[in-house]
């Protein structure tokens, strides 16, 4: 792979990272935060009743949080993501079958929303303000990213059977064979990973629903705009840019 080619393409994760960011921006604020608004009104109205109405004083204001802490995250979050992203895309680009720019970015993207993201969302979604044991968010953080890292380890498992597989099953059947044992190891992962139940019996259901399926809907904006953005930047580069350099690195080596 030519430096300078993976650097092109380091350079376009980046941005396409940053454009998916701002898209991911605007469905938080619109969809997301007014859940959120709802939420902290119920923990504030618990807190009042605890305290006898006493309040604490805001380190940050609300509108800040929801401006520009909200855009300062997610936007920063593009830039470094949309940066792993493209370095997998470089390795990933020839070496996963025969797709195109396009396809090879859309896949990428898609794996990752299905590991970084709903793998363990399904097993510990997201929680709004006034939901969840202060006492145990150490615990339930450290349980997040480790069913991160196993679905991302298991994904790249899976990937790597169905390669093996192939020139005895077939491609169709290797895929489908790899998907099942994945879908098999992330069942056990679930039954044996300790789970929390720590919603209150007063905490509105639709709330919960509403702002999990927001936290959904920012991640899926994201990676569905990054596929489609880097794909589009990538196709430019190494199709309708200079031939010799495309074919760099369009050509896996090793």
């Known amino acids: 792979m030519n ?45 009042h009743a605890a305290h006898g109405g006493g309040e604490e004083e805001e380190l940050v204001s609300r509108t800040m949080q929801a401006t520009g802490g909200l855009a300062t995250a997610l936007l920063v979050f593009g830039v470094a993501v949309g940066g792993i992203a493209a370095l997998v895309y470089a390795y990933a680009l020839g070496r996963i079958g025969n797709f195109g720019p396009r396809a090879t970015a859309a896949l990428i993207a898609g794996a990752a ?18 939901v969840g044991n202060p006492d145990t968010i150490g615990k339930r953080t450290t349980l997040f990213f480790l069913m991160v890292a196993l679905s991302l380890l298991l994904a790249v ?24 044992g994945f879908v098999l190891a992330i069942g056990l992962a679930y039954a044996f ?37 880097f794909g589009y930047l990538t196709e430019r580069l190494l199709v309708s840019g200079n031939g010799a350099d495309a074919r760099r690195v369009a050509t896996p080596v090793g």
Do not use: C
């Open 157 to 180: 498992a899976a990937v790597i059977i169905g390669k093996r597989l192939a020139p005895a099953l077939g491609n169709w059947n290797a895929t489908i064979a790899a998907a099942a």
């Open 3 to 47: 430096s300078i080619s993976v650097r092109a393409l380091l350079v376009r994760g980046m941005i396409a990272g940053v454009i998916a960011g701002a898209l991911a921006l605007a469905v938080a604020y619109f969809l997301g935060e007014s859940q959120v608004d709802a939420a902290i009104a119920i923990e504030e109205a618990h807190s």
């Open 193 to 229: 990973l300790p789970s929390f139940d720590e919603v209150g019996k007063d905490f509105p259901a639709s709330l919960l629903w509403k702002f999990r399926l927001s936290t959904l809907a920012v991640q899926t904006t994201f990676w569905v705009g990054f596929g489609l953005i």
């Open 113 to 130: 929303l299905l590991t970084v993201y709903v793998v363990p969302f399904l097993k510990y979604p997201a929680n709004p303000p006034a």
